[in-house]
């Protein structure tokens, strides 16, 4: 297949191109003239896909790693590295934020693009260690002397195919494919449609070790692949099965179709009345339950959604309601939201509770002082009891109004304690953004991004 006509719209033109570059340079620059003058000894080094060429036109973020000699005490080094992070951006005229993953950075927009200050150890292997960001500078090293010009190409094609499909992203809440990762795979299979056949014969457990080390078997993730500059890492473990099976999924498809749609996003609704309308032809029930969103990073919030999303379904199949689908959106400022398609949202007025078997004289006796209208089914004792809760709705607004019901992540069950919401979809949709009318789309049509009609 020719691939050009794709290339040209996903490739950074020369402009694009030495643009980026021009200010990575400055970026780097910077930090080690700052560095410089005040005695420190310190180095800013460009990673990342930035430095390996392998960014999607109009989505370039510099990420400056800025590293320290091994004995610099572990407080110094984040202080240091912070401090001159936050000055590079105020000389730049940005507003530095600083913020927290595994490790403290900070960021700010320049010039239209995100730029991101790490500090990180200088080592020259893994066995020299000391925090997980560390490892980042070696990736680049081994990806920018193994990965050919031609197969920069190919990375391009694979990160847009998986973008296209929803399989991009390492992050909690995609579960995907990182772009290390995706370079990797390039590298294994040296090109684009070589990853996609190679998925194909791909199954819990399948091991990439493309140096050799021979410690895949210590692994126990959906996929395997050994980092070459680590042998106790696995590069895939972020990868879920359910992200590994779609990519296994649109890769057959896209190999048997040969269509180009499959490097564009799928179609998706432009406004609420579509919405409406699908849940209308569904015949299912769509509830949310929404609420604030706490401040601390998406990594730490998607993981208490989740958790907090499993009590619910798990809360509401006991009393009898029957959950289809259930997933968790946020746009990670203001608002939270846990989106329930119920495929049974209304029960009878009455349930059968069970009593003793008619032989246990004491205890059936018991049962028939306190219960009227007693029939025997079987050999016990039954009777029909009161339902507190018909409707779903009620029954969540009941259950989150005393959330110690209820498992949940500390800081969402905090913003769930100061308010939340239990909406049908009806009501909700109309006040909707763009980017949560999308989301619901692929929640109730999740064949959207594995198939392009």
Not at 12 to 31: A, F, H, N, W
Request: aromatic share 10%; hydrophobic share 35%.
């Amino acid at each position: 297949m020719d691939y050009r006509d794709i290339l040209d719209d996903i490739k950074p033109d020369e402009e694009e191109y030495q643009r980026v570059m021009k200010l990575s340079e400055k970026l780097t620059g910077c930090i080690n003239r700052l560095a410089s003058e005040e005695g420190l000894d310190a180095e800013a080094v460009l990673v990342g896909s930035v430095a390996k060429g392998t960014w999607l036109s109009g989505s370039a973020d510099i990420d400056i790693f800025i590293h320290f000699p091994l004995d610099t005490p572990e407080d110094e080094l984040k202080t240091t590295g912070l401090h001159l992070g936050h000055e590079c951006i105020r000389m730049f005229h940005g507003t530095p934020e600083e913020r927290y993953a595994s490790h403290p950075y900070v960021t700010g927009h320049i010039d239209g693009y995100e730029v991101d200050f790490v500090p990180c150890y200088r080592i020259e292997d893994a066995s020299e260690l000391r925090s997980a960001v560390d490892r980042t500078i070696l990736h680049t090293r081994y990806i920018q002397t193994r990965l050919g010009e031609e197969q920069r190409d190919e990375v391009l094609l694979l990160k847009q195919f998986m973008k296209s499909t929803g399989t991009y992203g390492s992050e909690f809440r995609v579960g995907g494919f990182a772009g290390y990762l995706a370079e990797l795979l390039i590298i294994h299979y040296h090109d684009f449609e070589g990853v996609l056949e190679g998925a194909l014969e791909w199954r819990p457990g399948h091991v990439i070790d493309i140096d050799g080390h021979g410690t895949g078997e210590r692994f126990t993730e959906p996929l395997v692949v050994v980092d070459p500059v680590d042998r106790n890492r696995n590069v895939a473990a972020a990868l879920t099965l359910q992200r590994m099976s779609e990519f296994i999924t649109a890769a057959r498809n896209f190999l048997r179709s040969g269509k180009k749609e499959y490097f564009t996003a799928p179609e998706y609704a432009s406004g609420p009345g579509d919405i409406v309308e699908t849940c209308r032809r569904r015949g299912s029930k769509v509830i949310l339950v929404s609420m604030g969103v706490p401040d601390i990073p998406a990594d730490a919030l998607y993981p208490q959604l989740r958790k907090t999303m499993d009590s619910l379904v798990r809360r509401l199949e006991e009393e009898g309601f029957r959950v289809l689908n259930a997933d968790y959106w946020s746009d990670e400022e203001t608002v939270a939201v846990i989106i329930l398609e119920m495929e049974v949202w209304m029960l009878p007025s009455y349930r059968k509770r069970y009593g003793p078997p008619v032989w246990a004289r004491k205890h059936s006796e018991r049962f028939l002082e306190r219960n009227e209208r007693v029939w025997v089914e079987g050999s016990r004792l039954a009777v029909d009891s009161p339902r507190r809760h018909r409707f779903a709705v009620d029954f969540l607004e009941d259950l989150l109004s005393s959330p110690e019901r209820l498992r949940m992540g500390k800081h969402v069950g905090a913003e769930i304690r100061r308010g939340f919401g239990v909406h049908v979809l009806e009501d909700f949709i109309e006040s909707a953004g763009p980017g949560f009318i999308m989301f619901l789309d692929s929640f109730l049509n999740p064949w959207k991004r594995l198939i392009r009609q």
